[in-house]
């Protein structure tokens, strides 16, 4: 069964720092684009951050220069480094996956199609 | 920062009527390269994560009911539910994944008149 696994989650002061995980099963991360997508308590979605299958990667404006996006190509595993923790990062955290393919020298992307249950992080001092 | 812009906020739709959702981006998600809307419909219900129902603007999700369906191409963009089901009730949003900053709506709220 294809699946996503986030851990790392909790309480943090303003400032802080944490690390999220994410461990796929059924597929590896190097693979697909994996992404970070977090809510806020009773608000909507809102994309964070991206890594390619090439390693290049991406961020939101609001989370650049203190969220790192990873992956350990050895334990499978895609990370989320997030420093410099505000109260506006709190908010559940999912990592998902873009469902992509290759036909012939065209790459087609079709939307995140597998999705952890998240893992929340709070900020609050 | 491509920006999404849904409508409405929210709507209550009888037991086997249509609802009828729109977004709008603020510029085209047209990926000319293959041909493709870069746009994705997400239904979420309380507790779940988002689960994916239409991508490239128009093509269901395996296993999505065909009462489901997108379409729409360029910058608008609209989600069709032909009969509405009580498990139909959720937070639906678009999404454009054809920038290098992903963008989704705010959420469309579908609840039952």
């Known amino acids: 069964e294809v699946q996503l696994v986030e851990s790392g989650g909790g309480l943090v002061h303003p400032g802080g720092s944490l690390r999220l995980s994410c461990a796929p099963s059924g597929f590896t991360v190097t693979d697909n684009y994996m992404t970070w997508v977090r809510q806020a308590p009773g608000k909507g979605l809102e994309w964070v951050s991206v890594?390619?299958?090439?390693?290049?990667?991406y961020y939101a404006d609001s989370v650049k220069g203190r969220f790192s996006i990873s992956r350990d190509n050895s334990e499978n595993t895609l990370y989320l480094q997030m420093d410099s923790l505000r109260i506006e990062d709190t908010a559940v955290y999912y990592c998902a996956r873009m469902g992509d393919f290759w036909s012939g020298y065209l790459h087609y992307s079709y939307g995140l199609d597998v999705w952890g249950q998240g893992t929340t992080v709070t900020v609050s001092s | 920062d491509i920006v999404m812009t849904q409508s409405p906020d929210s709507l209550a739709v009888s037991l086997g009527e249509r609802a009828t959702i729109n977004c709008k981006s603020s510029?085209?998600?047209?990926?000319?390269?293959?041909?493709?809307?870069?746009l994705a419909w997400y239904q979420q219900k309380p507790g779940q994560p988002p689960k994916l129902l239409i991508y490239w603007a128009s093509t269901r999700e395996s296993g999505v009911p065909d009462r489901f369906s997108g379409s729409g191409s360029g910058t608008d963009f609209t989600l069709t539910i032909s009969s509405l089901q009580a498990e139909d009730v959720a937070v639906y949003y678009c999404q454009q994944y054809y920038s290098t900053s992903w963008t989704f709506g705010q959420g469309t709220k579908v609840e039952i008149k």
């Open positions: 890594i390619y299958s090439d390693e290049t990667t």
């Open positions: 510029q085209s998600v047209l990926y000319s390269s293959n041909d493709r809307d870069y």
